[in-house]
């Protein structure tokens, strides 16, 4: 085993909620409420489990909430219609399509059919646009949690965590556009020298011993091993993936990352599950909370790092 700091993301989650709680009674006393709408389609299996998830952290912060769920068949039209619905009901005040959608729905139509003030995970590409530009109106769940994990890191140990990045290696394994590319960005703004790699990256060992802060979101389970990285690495695991244990039959949430051969050489790393998983649900109703904030016009203080 190794002496590598593990990330304890539930105490993250905790101390961020404890803020956003601060947050939404100043707001509340200014007559802001923040209302979630999430959009379901189909009845893929983790999709709907995210979705009972964030509906009870919602409704624990007495947000109003409300899911749309249309049946895997649906119609583009129709999913058009919903979006659009959901953007003229001032009650919403940020909304979440979840993912996967099937694969006869463009996703990037949807995307461009969001209120760009309501679309709090920035998939718009007008917030996409932004974020890029490095001056986001919305900073993505997950990309902002890997940051927040690391801020909280380099915090702990004295840095200060504008500059902890600063001429250090980031490389994104992943390029989606809710994880890989805003990571991408986040990077480039901290003056990271960042390398993006994916699947197709040959020799990925090659490039992922380069990363003194290393960002893996691909969904396949253990893909980084302990001869991918090198010693003093801090390695942050965004996959969640249900692997069978062959010796129990029980299904077990693993990451990207093979735990255990990383953490032998790692300084820190985020484990599965209890790592950034917690604080991207948080985030994601503390970026409702902006968006309540800034349809009231209200300066919100929640969504960027401080």
Request: glycine share 10%; proline share 6%.
């Given at each position: ?49 995210y979705e009972r998830h964030l509906r009870s952290v919602a409704e624990g912060l007495e947000y109003r909430y ?9 119609e583009l039209a129709d999913v058009l219609a919903t979006v659009g619905k959901l953007n003229a009901d001032p ?200 968006a309540a904030a800034m349809a009231a016009r209200v300066e919100p203080r929640f969504g960027h790092f401080g």
């Amino acid at each position: 085993m190794g002496m590598a700091h593990v990330i304890d993301g539930n105490a993250l989650a905790k101390e961020l909620h404890a803020s956003i709680e601060d947050e939404l009674r100043e707001l509340r006393a200014s007559g802001v409420h923040p209302g979630l709408a999430t959009v379901l389609v189909g009845d893929d299996y983790a999709a709907k489990a995210y979705e009972r998830h964030l509906r009870s952290v919602a409704e624990g912060l007495e947000y109003r909430y409300v899911c749309e769920h249309l049946s895997d068949y649906v119609e583009l039209a129709d999913v058009l219609a919903t979006v659009g619905k959901l953007n003229a009901d001032p009650r919403v005040t940020g909304i979440l399509l979840l993912r996967p959608f099937p694969s006869h729905l463009p996703e990037a139509q949807v995307n461009a059919a969001l209120d760009p003030m309501k679309d709090v995970e920035a998939a718009h590409p007008l917030n996409a646009g932004l974020l890029a530009l490095g001056q986001p109106r919305f900073i993505p769940s997950t990309p902002a949690s890997c940051f927040h994990a690391l801020d909280a890191y380099a915090r702990s140990r004295g840095f200060d965590p504008s500059k902890f990045l600063e001429g250090r290696t980031l490389v994104v394994v992943g390029r989606s556009s809710s994880v890989g590319k805003p990571a991408q960005w986040l990077g480039l703004q901290r003056h990271a020298t960042v390398v993006a790699c994916h699947s197709r990256t040959r020799d990925l060992g090659a490039i992922t011993r380069l990363a003194d802060v290393l960002i893996v979101s691909v969904g396949v389970p253990a893909l980084v091993t302990g001869d991918m990285v090198s010693e003093g690495v801090i390695a942050l695991d965004v996959g969640i993936n249900a692997v069978k244990d062959h010796s129990t039959g029980k299904i077990l949430m693993v990451g990207d990352v093979d735990f255990d051969g990383v953490e032998a050489k790692a300084e820190a790393i985020t484990p599965v599950p209890g790592g950034i998983g917690p604080i991207t649900d948080v985030w994601l109703v503390g970026n409702v909370l902006a968006a309540a904030a800034m349809a009231a016009r209200v300066e919100p203080r929640f969504g960027h790092f401080g």
